[in-house]
């Protein structure tokens, strides 16, 4: 039996970016994404655990429910973005993958490894302050080169990729396809 309802990412009705902001008063978007600003400024000025990026997640009552602070440095870990910080704690909370009703807001564009969680998250929609190109004139971070890389075909990509070992792997797959209990997430 599969548990995900809504199926996969893209067959999953589309919200458009006007419904995610008629979803509360303006002034709530600004106390939500200020709160997202200010732990950026703990990440990246304050504590100094990593560059200034910092977010929330608030549930469809508007109620946050996790604030998320950039660790990169500070844990040697280059996932600990604040999205995903945010994303993990949400999905912790909440005790499921899933978080289908809330928005993210982030103190910057999110970078192509936290906009792919969102959307395997299920956000509703992302909210964000600074732009990609503000994340590289200030803080050096080049998120338009991942994005290049992904637009390019893998065997021009930077990192090679190829295959290796595929039958085996796909009968793990096949095996995995008849349990009866699996997650389709």
Known sequence: MALNALGVPSDRPRITP?????????????????????????????YKTGGAFGAVIVDADGVVIADGVNHVVAQNDPTWHGEMHAIRQACALLKKPKLEGCILYSSSQPCPMCLATAYWAGLDGIVYGATVEDSKEYGNFDDAFIYEQFAAAPAERAIPE????????????????????????
């Open 18 to 46: 006007s419904e995610v902001l008629a979803r509360f008063p303006r002034e709530k978007h600004e106390e939500f994404m200020r709160r997202a600003i200010a732990n950026s400024r703990k990440a990246g000025v304050e």
């Open 162 to 185: 190829q295959s290796l070992l595929r039958e085996e792997a796909v009968e793990v797959w096949k095996e995995y396809q008849r349990r009866a209990d699996k997650v389709d997430y």
